[in-house]
T-cell receptor, first 115, second 110 residues
Framework: GAGVSQSPSNKVTEKGKDVELRCDPISGHTALYWYRQSLGQGLEFLIYFQGNSAPDKSGLPSDRFSAERTGGSVSTLTIQRTQQEDSAVYLC?????????????FGQGTRLTVV | SQQGEEDPQALSIQEGENATMNCSYKTSINNLQWYRQNSGRGLVHLILIRSNEREKHSGRLRVTLDTSKKSSSLLITASRAADTASYFCATDGGSYIPTFGRGTSLIVHP
């Protein structure tokens, strides 16, 4: 596609339910990142995929969070047993390659509200 | 994790004035990037400067990098109302994973 696509754009869920957030990166981009941003805050790194390598999960805040990337393309971020503190905008980005570092292209994000 | 911190947190200027934002970081980097965010959603990449570069220009944007002071600045010249946004620096701390600060909120009054 022309850009990084995220769905849904907005999600309201009840506390305790599971949610899945989807990211379609730019075709050919081997690197994919998930971040989350709470109101008025910076971006918090969650997880990083690079090609077929094992993902860097060092930013996941708890074991309720998981992500996968199928076929080196689409990625799904899953939050189990959602809590109110999970409310945030979840942003996905992709880039061409890791070294020497290239610009990341961001999707418009998914605004998650846990009620 | 290593993170850039922008300064000031908020900046309010008149159209036509220059806007300067600063970023400080803690550990060695491979590159530093600046992004703009409108309305709290997707970020747009503005400029990337590598650790062996000292200055880069792109249109009305000028970025400097001082690795000895672990700091960078973003200058927007002749600002416009459309420049109103939040600006973030992202550093990679040698890992190539961009980590972001809390940003500078810029308001340009017409």
């Amino acid at each position: 596609g022309a850009g990084v696509s995220q769905s849904p754009s907005n999600k309201v869920t009840e506390k305790g339910k599971d949610v899945e957030l989807r990211c379609d990166p730019i075709s050919g981009h081997t690197a994919l990142y998930w971040y989350r941003q709470s109101l008025g805050q910076g971006l918090e790194f969650l997880i990083y995929f690079q090609g077929n390598s094992a993902p860097d999960k060092s930013g996941l805040p708890s074991d309720r969070f998981s992500a996968e990337r199928t076929g080196g393309s689409v990625s799904t971020l899953t939050i189990q047993r959602t809590q109110q503190e999970d409310s945030a905008v979840y942003l996905c980005a992709s880039s061409l390659s890791r070294p020497p570092g290239t610009e990341a292209f961001f999707g418009q994000g998914t605004r998650l509200t846990v009620v | 994790s290593q993170q850039g911190e922008e300064d000031p947190q908020a900046l309010s200027i008149q159209e036509g004035e220059n806007a300067t934002m600063n970023c400080s970081y803690k550990t060695s980097i491979n590159n530093l990037q600046w992004y703009r965010q409108n309305s709290g959603r997707g970020l747009v990449h503005l400029i990337l400067i590598r650790s062996n570069e000292r200055e880069k220009h792109s249109g009305r944007l000028r970025v400097t990098l001082d690795t000895s002071k672990k700091s960078s600045s973003l200058l927007i010249t002749a600002s416009r109302a459309a420049d109103t946004a939040s600006y973030f620096c992202a550093t990679d701390g040698g890992s190539y994973i961009p980590t972001f600060g809390r940003g500078t909120s810029l308001i340009v009054h017409p």
